[in-house]
T-cell receptor, first 115, second 111 residues
Framework: GAGVSQTPSNKVTEKGKYVELRCDPI?????LYWYRQSLGQGPEFLIY????????DSGLPNDRFFAVRPEGSVSTLKIQRTERGDSAVYLC?????????????FGPGTRLTVT | DQQVKQNSPSLSVQEGRISILNCDYT??????FLWYKKYPAEGPTFLIS?????DKNEDGRFTVFLNKSAKHLSLHIVPSQPGDSAVYFC??????????FGTGTRLTVIP
């Protein structure tokens, strides 16, 4: 079956611009996560959705970052007034949820470069 | 502050030998630990996991050991194969169901 997909695969934008990054989770996965991976680092948690609601957004670095998942499936990560420090690979993951532990399945990521 | 640490950025091993990747953590509330493998231009792929109530989990060539008192876990790959060459990330799950990742160890298996 199809895995997690992310678009675009690469995005180059100028400092100060607005960007949207899209994530299509695995069908049937109710939990969706966004992570950011900077060069030489491991993925860093940003936000977690359970269905349509953000269950935990404690990892968002500031109010320029926002994410939505209006229908409980596709999610969009939105970054306003981009800064060069936002350059990173943005990873999306999805999983089943409920009692028990479910592995997170990752997409290939979107490489964002802010010039 | 990094709650999950992988202190070896790289490791080279001869094909057929054992690869041992190490990971340390600081938060005693982590309840589940996972290893992910990552190839260039791809997202991390789940490899193996272990609950905090266990001390060992084995899956084929891969075994994860957990030492809770030392807050240390390790991944053993035996025998190592050239296709195992990748970056390996250790991750720990928090009560909020989020994963905290280490910085990764690049494993190179030499044919």
């Amino acid at each position: 079956g199809a895995g997690v997909s992310q678009t675009p695969s690469n995005k180059v934008t100028e400092k100060g611009k607005y960007v949207e990054l899209r994530c299509d989770p695995i069908s049937g996965h109710t939990a969706l996560y966004w992570y950011r991976q900077s060069l030489g680092q491991g993925p860093e948690f940003l936000i977690y959705f359970q269905g349509t609601g953000a269950a935990d957004d404690s990892g968002l670095p500031n109010d320029r970052f926002f994410a939505v998942r209006p229908e409980g499936s596709v999610s969009t990560l939105k970054i306003q007034r981009t800064e060069r420090g936002d350059s990173a690979v943005y990873l999306c993951a999805s999983s089943f949820s409920g009692t028990g532990v479910y592995e997170q399945y990752f997409g290939p990521g979107t490489r964002l470069t802010v010039t | 502050d990094q709650q999950v640490k992988q202190n070896s950025p790289s490791l080279s091993v001869q094909e057929g030998r054992i690869s041992i990747l190490n990971c340390d953590y600081t938060n005693s509330m982590f309840d589940y630990f996972l290893w992910y493998k990552k190839y260039p231009a791809e997202g991390p792929t789940f490899l193996i996991s272990i609950s905090s109530i266990k001390d060992k989990n084995e899956d084929g060539r891969f075994t994860v050991f957990l030492n809770k008192s030392a807050k240390h876990l390790s991944l053993h790959i035996v025998p190592s194969q050239p296709g195992d060459s990748a970056v390996y990330f250790c991750a720990a799950r928090s009560e909020a169901n989020n994963l905290f990742f280490g910085t990764g160890t690049r494993l190179t298996v030499i044919p």
